[in-house]
């Protein structure tokens, strides 16, 4: 089984810059902006936009939405443990709601996080920013806002490590046909 | 049938002698080397262990009354199976064996099964109530020559009437086979009363029950100088109070089931968690539950030694059958006991022979000769002796076996044993010259109706 | 968190799964005060309560726990059914079988009831046992350990047990499941347990525990548990000679006004309900600042969530976790 990295430190910090500028330009700056991570990966990402925002002068409240509970493939993992969800004291009713995660994929945590949003409140719009897309869908979902493109054959297994939680940033490929061409 | 002759050539005697016998007409004809078959069916026992017909002091036949526990017949088949050839069959039938029309019932349908010979015990007080005496007198001279007394599933523990009836009973040359449990503390009880009952939440049974009622009914034996028989017993206290009596002169005998020699309360907390393919044990597994209790591993050894010193004279099964329904629920809603009669030799060996506590003339003794001296059963006091009866058994020890539900013959299959691996085997069973267990397969006698016809 | 596929036994949760049951039910306060007070969870997925013992608070509290859920609930209830026509285990399993359901959340009189169901070969569901004679209460042990561990560490509980705790339990040990419950789950989770009864109510054998044991409410009271959990007394105890009679009871293992004035400023007083005032526990103590009788009554539902799902989740089959290990 080969593995080999696709993003570094740098790039990472280079994708997330991207995408903080990205948002802000879309909303036309930061009003009304709620960022929600999902967690665990997804929540980091959403507080280190978080401060790269706030860098740029743009405070924009930063939380975490858990999805666990709204899945719909319970019987095919392992018991998850939910992880706690921080709704910003302001709430979510009528603000643009941007998700964060850290790997869009089949899009069914997404569609999960979609509805574990209803409980919470009624946004006026909901985006979605992702560290990696790696394709494979199945749910009419897309993000709006993408750290890297990234096809990948259903074989293999792309893992995010960051330094908050697994001691360094990257983004490694495990497995699949080691064809070479991602030089 | 007892007309036919068998040569049983080269069987190894309890004491080790390897001989050839032949059964002839219900008898031992001849024993010694080299015998020629004269027509008798042969019957090849190298290697085997050739035991006299072992002898039940403590079965429940459960008929008449409960016909879909067992019955005479299918518990006489499931003695002949397990190598025995007397049962002694208790009282708590309905109605309850306190009569001589019921005792003489029951040796009758033992007859005409022919498995082998049914022994009722009798009620000591009327219908089990503890309260009067049953005739005992009308029982000991009927038919059924009743010699053992007993309201096994209950004590006598009035004090007064036990005494009465050590009396009344030594009368007719009787026993007394006193279950002792005190009732007050053991009420609700569901296993031995420890840590682990506590642990499981289970009302605990206090090894005091117990061990007090022996120790009075020894003292009582004492002063009234009659023989007393304890029916299984369970705890290590209950071995210092009988060895004591022994000690002391006081004309007691005493017994232990295989179950409380081999296994422990430990089993009931579930050893075999939630695999299903695993052997051994679920929790709270409803075939553990027997009266008396199983016991702590402290208590398993010291009975062990005790039937190894002869402190306990004898092993009797306690065979208890009940009805699926009645042990496929909640621990404290099944019914109390165990098959035992086709797995106790078997037991016997794995507990006492192959740890080396008995040789297979210790067997003989507890399971044959003494047992059937308590209950006065002619016929056992000179085995493999030209003349005596031809009851016997073939084992084969050394065989190993999964204990499966092929190995019940009774109508119960409440055995604790099943998917469990046992040494022994039983080759053959003869009963009065009846070959009741053939080639490891139990026989199919003639129909009672075949007898009455005949 | 590894699968669990059935909750019999308090004693049965290691260290991790207990924690992280703990943890999920934080999760599932939660959504009581969400704008929507419902998951999705379990939907399709039905959960009979079959209560072979009548029980109405802890029946209310996993037909509760199961709506929150969204999963479907059918219950079964000894009055007025035919469970209380001595129908049974295995028939009443067989016939909800029959129905298709996904978990059996069972309370019956016989100890042991809940391990018997789960381990044979009668239903396929996942077994909750919601109380089996005197042996066990497992949702009851987390919920009181959860109530604890809230009551120590606040909104910072998340992943801590209950790591110096000391507890101690008085009254009916004996015959108390929910006592089992906690001694089953506290150590685990890292508390000390001592145990205050007459003789009489404490079980057999309990020095072989891992507790400490007296008879002493008074030099209990002195030590300064953190928590202090007093057991319901049943009255018809004293017919049995358990003790001679409630004045008698009261005086010596009753949490009265006197002894509650006593109680060290941060020793919480827990009780599992419905209490008996003025005998076991006096108004005063159970209406204080310091009762969390409250606490462990609206727990009980988070608890009972998360001991819902993670039956329910986590997949059948070994193959199946391995599948999902991602
Ligand atoms: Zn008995």
Redesign the interface.
Known sequence: MQTRAVLQQADIQRALTRIAHEILETNRGASGLVLLGIPTRGALLAERLGAILAGLDAEIPVGALDVTMYRDDLDRHPTRTPQPTRIPAAGIDDRTVVLVDDVLYSGRTIRAALDALGAHGRPRAVRLAVLVDRGHRELPIRADFVGKNLPSSAAERINVTLAELDGEDAVTITGGEADGGAA | MSGTAYLIRGATLPDGETTDLLVREGRIAERGAGLSDRGAIPVDAAGLRALPGLVDLHTHLREPGFEQSETVLTGSRAAAAGGFTTVHAMANTFPVQDTAGVVEQVAALGAAAGYATVRPVGAVTVGLAGERLAEIGAMARSRAAVRVFSDDGKCVHDALLMRRALEYVATFDGVVAQHAQEPRLTEGAQMNEGALASTLGLAGWPAVAEEAIIARDVLLAEHVGARLHVCHLSTAGSVDVIRWAKARGIAVTAEATPHHLLLTEQLIAGDAALDPDAVGHRGYDSRLKVNPPLRRDEDVRALRAAVADGTIDIVATDHAPHPVESKECAWAEASFGMVGLESALSVVQAALVDPGHLDWGDVARVLSRTPAEIGRVPGYDAPFAPGSPAHLTLVDPTARRRFGRAQLRGRGVNSPYLGRELPGRIVATFHAGVATVLDGELQTLPTPTDHEVA | ??????LLAS?DLDRASAI?LL??A??MA??AT???P????LQGRTVANLFFEDSTRTRLSFEAAAKR?SADVITFSAKGSSVSKGE???DTAQTIAAMGIDAVVLR??????A??L????WIDAAVVNAG?????HPTQGLLDAYTMRKARHGADS?GQGLDGLRVTIVGDV?HS?VA?ANLGLLPTLGARVHLVAPRTLL????E??PVTTSSDLDAAIADAPDVLMMLRIQQERMHAAYFPHEREYAGFWGLDEERFARLHADTMVMHPGPMNRGLEISAAAADSERSLVLDQVANGVAIRMAVL??V?????HAG??E????
Request: charged share 30%; aromatic share 4%.
């Open positions: 968190m590894t699968g669990l596929r059935h004693a992280a943890d999920t934080e999760d939660d959504v969400r704008r929507v419902k998951l999705p969870t859920l049974s285990l295995k019956h009189a016989a100890s042991g009831a391990r018997v789960a381990e044979s070969a089996d004679g005197t042996h066990d998340r004996l499941r089992r079980p057999f054998g309990a072989q525990w799902y993670t329910l989740s986590g997949g059948r199946a976790r599948a999902g290990a991602a």
